[in-house]
């Protein structure tokens, strides 16, 4: 037991797990071997079936929470998710009574919760691991992380991380200039790391030479060979002996939809040929002893352990041969790529992981130690960039849920025997729908469909009829989706039912500013109510947001290993809120938003953890309609002075009378101070 945490990286028959994440992410090794990790095997849970007696633990198997959520998110008694910000050290907040008492304080959807707690945690749970794997290997060196700052940019969060990576010495990594500047100005831990990435140009290579003077241990990393150029002559220019780094390109194959970051046609870092050639420039120049850390990265979101290892064990090699070389080489710098299981099933999949933390961190030691122990050099102190598995957890993004599609009344009236064949053939085909013609019903209910259109296009159909045509299709539909979900073996050609028949919840969402890799990468992250969940879900619903774009919806859900492309919700009620919760979004997300349709920032809120309850530590306004149009040069005042005119010329013509014009410029000037979301 190591800082409160329970490391054992590996279960066995008699151990007692001390935490819920004993049996679920980092500290649980799916390995039978005693010494290196394993892929873990799937835990691929059932979804339930429709039963008058649902419980908590219904939903808890229907949204996998137990899978992706702990140790911070479960379900209570009462039907709301909680959330335990400090793991298994104490402390649980419901997440539906908080969003309440927010609301109260005019705080309102959507908005963006953050639990710097969770931040904590997840810093501490990291160099556990490699502190465990340390001294399991007897590894003689030691570990120091540093957080990507291009993860998450925003200052609360990167003055939270710096606060709480001080006792472990946890440094920044900077991916460009501006991130460098951030990283010079809030780093403020003796012995931590300033690692530069990126595309340099001389003046972000004068600055990183010269945050030495400032106490800074900033490391240069050469991620294209004119970058020795620059090196070189800052250095000679300001008399400073820099400390520098080099990015290999990898011939190890990555995974996923990052595997590109790996490979001769990665975007970044320097092939074998041109490494030896930047250690020749060094050398001539002087400067090999600069050059002390080898950094490598195979991207982000690795699923599969295996090519993690295939990595660690290329990269050691090079470090090994670059100390043959001459350099003075300390530190290995194995980049980011740790997954985050968003799914929950603990598989190759692409939003999982087959592997643990501890497993993560044993692999790194091993390896890197193996690999110096054969060469007789003394072992690097051991460097990663992981962002993703420290910021994805720590915010949490509710959206109030609008209205749905779902009250269209399907309920079907009796064909009369005057009406067209094509009503009368549908009204007998849903009166005879059963157990073992609902697949032929199905075909012949979309036949009908078809014909009735093209009855329509030409003139034959009227409208009233193409309407009780389609409302009998869709009767017909949710007559045999109910038999279908209760047959295991469903017709491969009906998984596109659900699809169909799912209803639309509109949501107070902009999909392109507060989640755009749903959008962009098909990106998958956990949704589900935050409260009701005591209550069977019996509606079928897809997301959709506020903006006019047929892309801004949500319509692929975590599904064991796979997808699906429906949610599982509630019936709305009328005049009560109903509110979705986004999880594991914490990287990347903000910053990568955009305004489509001038939907800005959300709310966002830091909620700290007290023996009391919690306390708001930070509210951040989300921006105003005034702050989104001036970001596409409008003024404020001057729309105000157009409309002001406008209405004085309609006065004028008598087109609008003087309380009109005067409410007109009250809400036109009201809306302009306003959230750019719909207040719930």
Not at 68 to 82: D, I, K, L, Q, R
Not at 356 to 375: I, L, R, S, T
Request: glycine fraction near 6%; charge should be negative.
């Amino acid at each position: 037991m190591e800082n409160g945490l329970n490391l054992n990286d590996r279960a066995t028959p008699s151990a007692q797990p001390l935490t819920t994440e004993l049996v679920n992410d980092e500290h649980q090794s799916a390995s039978s071997h005693p010494e290196r990790s394993t892929p873990h095997s799937e835990n691929i849970l059932p979804s339930p079936s429709p039963t008058s007696a649902w419980s908590v633990e219904d939903s808890e198997k229907l949204y996998r929470i137990r899978g992706w959520g702990e140790p911070y998110f479960s379900v209570n008694a009462a039907g709301h998710v909680t959330v335990s910000p400090k793991a298994d050290r104490g402390g649980s907040l419901d997440l539906y009574e908080l969003v309440q008492s927010l609301h109260q304080r005019d705080i309102h959807a959507p908005l963006l919760i953050r639990f710097s707690d969770i931040l904590a945690d997840r810093i501490e749970r990291l160099n556990a691991c490699f502190a465990k794997a340390i001294a399991r290997y007897s590894y003689p060196g030691r570990y120091k992380g540093v957080f990507p700052v291009k993860c998450n940019q925003q200052r609360h969060l990167v003055e939270d991380l710096v606060r709480f990576g001080q006792p472990h010495q946890f440094g920044l990594e900077a991916g460009s200039k501006p991130e460098l500047l951030i990283a010079i100005a809030s780093l403020n831990t003796p012995g931590s790391l300033l690692i530069c990435n990126g595309y340099k140009d001389l003046e972000y290579v004068e600055t990183a030479m010269l945050a030495q003077r400032l106490g800074h241990q900033a490391i240069i990393v050469i991620e294209q060979l004119d970058e020795v150029e620059l090196v070189i002559e800052a250095s000679h220019r300001l008399q400073i002996q820099p400390i520098l780094g080099v990015r290999a390109k990898l011939s190890a194959k990555g995974i996923g939809r990052w595997g590109g970051s790996a490979g001769d046609r990665a975007k970044f870092g320097l092939a074998i040929p041109e490494v030896v050639v930047a250690v020749e420039k060094l050398r001539n120049a002087d400067l090999l002893d600069s050059l002390q850390l080898l950094h490598f990265h195979i991207g982000s979101q690795i699923s599969a352990i295996s090519v993690i290892k295939d990595a660690l064990r290329e990269a050691s090699q090079i470090y090994v041969e670059l100390a043959r070389l001459g350099a003075k080489m300390q530190f290995l710098d194995v980049g980011g790529g740790l997954g985050v299981d968003y799914d929950g099933s603990k598989s190759n999949s692409a939003a999982s992981k087959n592997y643990n933390m501890q497993n993560y961190a044993n692999d790194v030691v091993a390896e890197v130690k193996e690999a110096c122990a054969e060469a007789d050099l003394p072992v690097p102190t051991l460097v990663s960039e992981s962002g993703r598995a420290i910021a994805s957890h720590q915010s949490v993004l509710i959206m109030n849920v609008l209205g749905s599609s779902e009250t269209l009344d399907l309920t079907p009236e009796p064909a009369q025997a005057d009406e067209h064949l094509i009503i009368r053939n549908l009204w007998e085909t849903y009166q005879t729908i059963d157990t073992e013609n609902y697949q032929e019903a199905y075909h012949d209910a979309l036949q009908f469909k078809e014909e009735a259109v093209s009855l329509f296009g030409f003139g034959y159909l009227s409208l009233q009829e193409r309407a009780k045509v389609e409302r009998l299709c869709g009767a017909c539909c949710t007559k045999i989706l109910t038999i279908a979900r209760q047959d295991d073996n469903a017709a491969v050609d009906l998984e596109d039912l659900e699809r169909r028949m799912a209803s639309l919840y509109y949501t107070n969402l902009s999909v392109f500013q507060s989640a755009p890799d749903t959008w962009a990468i098909n990106q998958l992250f956990p949704i589900m109510p935050i409260h009701r969940l005591e209550e069977e879900p019996t509606q079928r619903g897809t997301l959709v947001d506020l903006t006019c774009d047929s892309d801004g919806k949500i319509d692929q859900f975590i599904h064991s290993r796979e997808t699906k492309p429906i949610l599982e919700l509630h019936t709305l009620t009328a005049n009560k809120p109903y509110y979705l919760g986004m999880f594991l979004n914490g990287a990347y997300q903000e910053v990568m938003g955009n305004l489509h349709n001038l939907f800005g920032d959300t709310n966002v809120v830091h909620i700290d953890l007290t023996p009391m309850g919690y306390h708001i530590a930070h509210v951040v306004k989300g921006d105003t309609v005034t702050e989104v149009l001036e970001y596409v040069q409008y003024d404020a005042d001057d729309l105000i002075e157009e409309i002001r005119k406008q209405s004085e010329v309609a006065l004028q013509k008598q087109h609008i009378t003087l309380p009109e014009a005067q409410l007109l410029l009250k809400n036109y000037e009201r809306s302009l101070r306003s959230y750019t979301y719909l207040k719930s």
